[in-house]
């Protein structure tokens, strides 16, 4: 089996779909964010479609390491890993196929399949042009705790979006927006809060153990990402799980991040990984440190599906995995362009038992909402 063709393409509900397509016409479907797509197109299509066509798309190792050297100099990070890390899901997806299997069960078989997600929402990224915005009034944000709990969700993660470029700004007011949204779901109900890189250490030790004192489930990215000294520090003063990773690319960051950093849990982003290859190999590192795992993944498409997928294959990811659809503008939107959804009922996914990742992209409808054309 060769790699004949990939196809990047743009959707206007999100995601840049990428589809890599074989001589025997098994095909995989992979997906990166379409914010930056006129860059990531080209890239994917020409730079990288250059070195893995003619590659077997099983060998996924293989493909990963001939795309990595000779595109280090636009990494590594950002739109190199994002870009690599669609093509390794595709390529997954179509040997997953090829073997008739479930992607769960052809990497090693599933530890569980019936997964608990929960709820991720802030409304700051709306404006992510400009660093971030606004991240709402507690009544706002209230609402959309709202909904979450009407779709049955029971967990969830309040996203204030800060960014580092605005330190510090709203500390009180950061109080009061999670003491509303927890007291509006109460004990019964899982709340952690994001802090989106947004404090300075001292900040960051004092509002922690407000969180902390108000019941937070888990504390994350209170700092800067590079910041793993400062960090070590925020982890040392508190008792609740502080977590961190979601801004990390590669394996080696991993390891600096949690030899330095030692934060209580580790986020690793399917995507700014890489894709499947490296994240199981970062699972495994976290296994060795007896870290549990807590992916970043706030989405409901391909994703957050694959991401699932190799979540449930490690016997130490018991806690609840992150799903939203508010970047895609509804859960109609994020799922209309496949024949299949993945969609929690009761704050649970059920992993489909369908060959691959699952989740097949109808041609009519890709052609439909695609913003290339």
């Not at 990531?40 to 050297?69: H, N, S």
């Not at 024949?339 to 704050?347: F, K, L, R």
Request: proline residues 7%; negative net charge.
């Amino acid at each position: 089996m060769k790699i004949t063709s990939i196809q990047a393409i743009p959707i206007e509900s999100g995601p840049l779909l990428v589809r890599v397509r074989t001589d025997e016409g098994v095909d995989g479907i992979g997906e990166a964010s379409q914010r930056y797509w006129r860059s990531m197109k080209p890239f994917i299509e020409e730079t990288l479609a250059d070195i893995v066509v003619g590659m077997d798309p099983r060998d996924t190792q293989l493909i990963w390491d001939a795309m990595f050297p000779p595109t280090k100099w636009i990494g590594p990070g950002g739109m190199q890993m994002v870009c690599m890390g669609a093509i390794d899901i595709a390529c997954w997806d179509i040997a997953a196929k090829s073997a008739g299997q479930p992607l769960y069960r052809y990497m090693s078989g599933a530890a569980r399949t019936h997964i608990p997600v929960y709820w991720s929402t802030g409304v700051a990224w709306k404006n992510w042009r400009s660093g971030g915005g606004d991240p709402g009034t507690p009544e706002v944000l209230v609402e959309r705790m709202r909904e979450g709990r009407e779709a049955g969700f029971t967990a969830f993660k309040l996203r204030l979006e800060w960014m580092h470029q605005r330190q510090d700004q709203d500390p009180v007011g950061d109080i009061a927006r999670f003491k509303a949204c927890k007291d509006y779901l109460g004990d019964d109900c899982r709340l952690s809060v994001d802090i989106n890189n947004g404090y300075s250490v001292s900040t960051a030790i004092e509002q922690g153990l407000k969180f902390q004192d108000m019941g937070a489930a888990h504390y994350e990215e209170p700092l800067p990402q590079y910041d793993y000294a400062g960090l070590k520090q925020v982890v040392d003063a508190l008792d609740m799980p502080v977590t961190s990773g979601e801004l990390e690319h590669t394996l080696w960051n991993f390891r600096d991040l949690i030899e330095r950093g030692d934060p209580d849990i580790l986020q690793p982003d399917l995507l700014f990984v890489g894709g499947i290859t490296p994240m199981r190999k970062i699972f495994t590192l976290c296994e060795a440190f007896n870290k549990p795992v807590l992916p970043h993944g706030p989405g409901a498409g391909v994703q957050n599906a694959v991401s699932l997928h190799v979540y449930s294959t490690q016997v130490n990811a018991t806690l609840p995995h992150e799903y939203s659809w508010e970047f895609n503008d509804g859960l109609e939107n994020a799922t209309r362009i496949y024949e299949e959804a993945i969609v929690p009922t009761d704050g649970f996914v059920d992993l489909p038992d369908r060959p691959g990742h699952g989740l097949v992209a109808v041609d009519e409808a890709v052609e439909a909402f695609r913003i290339d054309k």
